[in-house]
């Protein structure tokens, strides 16, 4: 059971303008994927390919958010939350990933923003959360350069359409996924196994952040711009040299990679070194990473769990990392990942909150100009209706203890805006089906029906008393 907290002195460790919310993803909650025009993403192909997702489920229907505005709106003011990240899905706005729109979709994302809007709660948008139109996927996905330049005109016409109310634009959610998962291990979509082609998308992925970024800019410079990367501590299982030169891959492609090129315009020259044994680089061209290297407001970080990693290989402990993850780190197949004994979540997540803060002072050290936010943060436990509510003590506890380790870093003196919790409700998580559930709102798959769990009922009671200390300043 979790230890007895004072929620009045948690809340009054943040700063008083900040961004307290809850995350979703369109295709882990939207359904309605055939409706008004939508086109087809990797994922509706992915889930349909024998043994992809554990349960043999899909988003066909989702937990129906395109159908029920209303719905998730009431459920977002009911937890009392400022702040709603939720991302748009490409092909729904434009269907063959090219620049011509479907009004429908743009009508759908519209209204969600207008009826957030009613309620006082901000939208942040994030742009790619990695349902690429299939259309582009069949001419070669996020290898092909053509996708970044697609991506940047898809943001375009998202801002066009909806940069009048929204101000928070994310442009790629986890590109370390989208890339090694999508194309190097193919645990998720689109399914390659290709880790020369892997480093290419993720490359391009960057590229797509940097002209999306751009032209977000361009379109209103005070838009408040973030890229979302996800980030472990990482370990070395001993100090043999091996074991530390695993640390340093990982390390390197995990939480150096992706946030030198963003922020420095830069890749880390080790990690270079080590892809060289799979690419020669010669997607990259020159002036891309100065592209790259565009002008954000936020970094956004996405934190779950820390990763303890040997060199011996054959010792991946799959529960130990965040998917069987060996293959996805090109060129590293002779990392294992490794339980240290830390308590784990349902899917076999480490849990280490101090990690949490760690890691917001080490990006704040180095990369101080700009601000950061939490916007993904979680736990999936097997949750049970009993007479109406869910208890979800484990749950609860992950929250609070990572809340608290939030003001840990604002109090390191950390400029930390935002906290959104993954996930709003209990939603499709990606290869894993149905089978696990993230939600702060408890989702009866067969028919709907949202209950609020104790972790909510408590996160949201928590904003309250946050945002009563700001109205009393
Ligand atoms: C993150 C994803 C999100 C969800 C959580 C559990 O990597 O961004 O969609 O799957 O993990």
Request: charge should be negative.
């Amino acid at each position: 059971m979790s230890t007895p907290i004072d929620e009045d002195a948690l809340a009054s460790r943040f700063p008083t303008a900040f961004a307290w919310g809850a995350a979703t993803s369109s295709y882990q909650v939207e359904g309605s994927t055939d409706a008004d025009g939508r086109g087809k993403s990797i994922w509706d192909r992915f889930v349909n390919e024998p043994g992809r997702v554990v349960d043999g489920s899909n988003g066909d229907t989702a937990i129906d958010s395109y159908r029920n505005i209303a719905g998730d709106v009431a459920t977002i003011k009911a937890l009392g939350l400022g702040s709603y990240r939720f991302s748009l899905s490409w092909p729904r706005i434009c269907p063959d990933g090219d620049g011509r729109v479907n009004q429908a979709g743009l009508t759908y994302y519209s209204k969600l923003v207008d009826a957030l809007l009613a309620e006082d709660i901000t939208p942040w948008i994030t742009l790619y959360h990695w349902d690429l139109p299939q259309t582009l996927e069949d001419a070669g996905g996020w290898p092909e350069r053509a996708t970044a330049e697609r991506f940047g005109e898809f943001a375009r016409i998202a801002h066009e359409a909806l940069g009048d109310r929204v101000k928070h634009w994310i442009t790629v959610n986890e590109p370390w996924c989208a890339a090694f998962l999508g194309y190097a291990s193919g645990e998720h979509a689109p399914g390659r196994r290709e880790p020369a082609a892997s480093i290419a998308a993720a490359h391009h992925l960057m590229l797509g952040h940097g002209l999306a970024a751009r032209a977000i800019k361009a379109a209103d410079p005070d838009a408040v711009v973030s890229i979302g990367l996800n980030f472990y501590p990482v370990h070395a299982a001993s100090d043999a040299p091996v074991d530390l030169d695993a640390a340093r891959r990982v390390d390197g492609v995990q939480n150096r990679w992706f946030t030198d090129a963003a922020l420095r315009g830069v890749y880390p020259e080790d990690i270079v070194e080590d892809f060289k044994a799979v690419t020669d680089f010669s997607f990259v061209e020159d002036g891309d990473m100065a592209l790259i290297h565009a002008p954000i407001d936020v970094l956004s970080v996405n934190y779950y769990s820390r990763f303890t990693v040997t060199g011996n290989g054959g010792a991946t402990s799959a529960s130990a990392a965040p998917t069987g993850a060996g293959s996805a780190w090109p060129a590293n197949e002779h990392i294992g990942f490794v339980s240290s004994g830390l308590p784990v979540t349902d899917m076999g997540w480490e849990i280490e909150p101090a990690g949490l803060t760690q890691m917001l002072v080490r990006l704040h050290t180095g990369y101080p100009e700009v601000a950061l936010a939490v916007t993904e943060n979680g736990a999936a436990f097997p949750d049970k209706i009993e007479d109406g509510a869910i208890h979800d003590p484990e749950r609860l506890e992950y929250v609070q203890a990572h809340l608290a380790a939030c003001a840990d870093a604002v109090e390191a003196g950390v400029p930390l805006v935002g906290y959104f919790a993954w996930s709003l409700a209990d939603n499709f998580e990606w290869a894993w089906g149905y089978t696990k559930r993230f939600g702060l709102v408890y989702v009866d798959f067969e028919t709907g029906e949202r209950t609020i769990k104790d972790s909510g009922h408590w996160y949201g009671d928590l904003v309250r008393r946050a945002r009563t200390n700001r109205e009393a300043e």
